[in-house]
């Protein structure tokens, strides 16, 4: 039975290197057919997209994530020279920076990368570095600033203490405007300061024409300023400048990541469902989550360099179907929740739940057929390997699952390469895009995102007035509720910023047994 139903819905292809099951979902066999109207109309309205259409309505803008390895399918001749012009000068850039044409300030050839970014302009770089990188081959050692955490900063920093006259920083920023992003910069550039080194000649910009970062980079003269274009979004971007400017620095093959997306986009615009990995996914996720996110997407690569990819495809599948509104205005909460690590590390954590727990969750397993490369490898038991383990524990885990009726997909792969890598990303958006069709979402703006960024700047401004009504001449040791009044703040918010200063002896606490009763100065 279950051996005809995989046989029945497995889709393989060859030159690929890719198969994908379904089998293990249970749709009924008429399920096909009944989503055959509305996932033909969303394969069309992907059509639309790669055609220029506006698809992102009410940012009233194009998507155009899919030309980005296929120049060709753009719409303009304009558009498709700002694409193969940015490619060959990434190209050129990474070879200069590999032979030395381009040293450091100091005159040292380059040896380590910072990037800098958050969200969209980081996930897509940290994802291929960790899945690709080989240490000590790599040309180039990578570090990331992804967040406005001192503490992460300094940790980033002591690493490259000594190699700050040779690291390279790429501030990446799509708006140009990101709070977290621009605090990396500042710090960067300050550790370049107190190394005295002139950080412009280390610094490069990956952002929007005209943006903050665009003009900061342009009047200190940064060593190189590379596009970021609006038609193409930042959990998107990395077959853009955003991923392809730190991978090709690291020395991994750009060109093929991109032909491995082409490849995957060609078989992935195909009207015939059933030979549509992409459109299979996106029904797949229909069916298990009832079309509304009924249940989780839990990502299970049993590969240990595919670890971040469940990072990255949390935000491409949350940030573009977790939307309060579909295309007509109609609220209806839409989402996926995605989350996983890898096998068979998370066997030993929290599989558990996931056999005998709640029932609210369809795995993707991916399964890597390649072992390792071509290097003999020991046996670990008479005849067998680990890399045979490996396959013995994801093959057991799907069936200890399956037996108790949880559901599962396995995407197969031949290996993981930049090729594979760029068939993945270019799966998973189409698949996104398709979903999203089905649903009747906009699967390319963000709304939600700006509410927490303005209440951050409101925190911002609270602590501004706190330290101004604590350097008050007049000025006594106060509350966190005293000095809230006096400066028409949230008590709460001010007993939190206090709180904070005081841990960083900013300010003085005088504590008392009942913490809202403690009182600060300067
Ligand atoms: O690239 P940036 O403009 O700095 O944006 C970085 C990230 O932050 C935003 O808040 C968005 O939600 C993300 O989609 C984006 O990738």
Not at 12 to 27: H, Q, V
Not at 366 to 377: G, H, Q, Y
């Amino acid at each position: 039975m279950t051996w005809q139903r995989f046989q029945k819905y497995y889709y393989n292809n060859a030159s690929l290197g890719l198969s994908l099951d379904i089998s293990r979902i249970p749709f009924p066999d008429d399920f096909f057919a009944n989503m055959e109207p509305a996932a033909q109309r969303a394969i069309a309205a992907m059509a639309e997209l790669e055609r220029g259409a506006i698809a992102n309505p009410d940012e009233n803008r194009m998507v155009g994530h899919y030309w980005l390895r296929n120049a060709a399918l753009a719409p303009t001749a304009e558009l498709r020279d700002a694409i193969t012009g940015t490619l060959a000068s990434i190209k050129d850039f990474a070879a200069k920076i590999h032979s030395g044409e381009i040293k450091g300030s100091t005159g040292k050839k380059f040896t380590d990368l910072l990037v800098v970014g958050i969200g969209g302009s980081a996930l897509g770089p940290q994802l291929v570095q960790h899945a690709l990188g080989q240490p000590r081959r790599d040309k180039m050692d990578i570090h990331f600033f992804d967040n406005t955490d001192p503490d992460g900063i300094d940790y980033v920093l002591d690493t490259l203490r000594r190699r700050l006259d040779r690291t390279l920083v790429i501030v990446i920023s799509k708006s140009g405007g990101t709070v977290e992003t621009r605090n990396g910069q500042l710090e960067a550039a300050a550790a370049f300061r107190a190394a005295k080194l002139d950080y412009a000649k280390h610094f490069i910009a990956i952002t929007g024409a005209g943006s903050k970062l665009d003009q900061t980079a342009t009047a200190e003269a940064w060593l190189a300023r590379f596009p970021m274009w609006d038609w193409v979004g930042g959990r998107t971007s990395e077959l853009s400048a955003v991923g392809l400017l730190p991978a090709a620095l690291q020395g991994i093959d750009i060109d093929a990541m991109l032909a491995g997306a082409a490849a995957m986009d060609e078989v992935t615009r195909r009207a015939d469902t059933a030979r549509n990995p992409a459109a299979l996914l996106a029904l797949m996720w229909h069916y298990a989550t009832d079309g509304r996110g009924a249940k989780d997407m839990v990502i299970l690569p049993y590969k240990d360099r595919l670890l971040l990819f469940s990072r990255y495809l949390q935000q491409l599948v949350m940030e573009s179907l977790g939307k309060e509104l579909d295309l007509a205005g109609a609220v209806v909460n839409q989402g996926i929740a995605v989350y996983g690590n890898k096998g068979s590390t998370d066997q030993h954590a929290y599989v558990q739940q996931l056999r005998e727990g709640v029932n609210n969750f369809f795995i993707t397993f991916i399964e890597v057929l390649k072992d390792r490369p071509a290097k003999t490898a020991i046996e670990v038991e008479p005849g067998i390997t680990t890399g045979d383990y490996l396959q013995g524990f994801y093959l057991g885990t799907r069936a200890a699952l399956t037996e108790k009726d949880r559901h599962s997909i396995t995407i197969t792969v031949a290996d993981i390469s930049p090729r594979t890598l760029g068939m993945l990303i270019a799966l998973y958006e189409r698949a996104v895009g398709l979903y999203a069709n089905l649903v009747n979402i906009n699967a390319y703006h963000q709304p939600g995102v700006e509410a927490g960024k303005k209440a951050a700047t409101a925190v911002i401004a609270l602590k501004q007035k706190l330290m101004a009504a604590l350097r008050a001449p007049d000025a006594k040791p106060a509350t966190a509720e005293q000095l809230a009044a006096q400066v028409g703040g949230d008590p709460e918010l001010a007993f939190k910023i206090l709180e904070h200063l005081a841990a960083n002896k900013a300010v003085k606490k005088k504590a008392n047994i009942n913490p809202f009763k403690s009182k600060y100065r300067l």
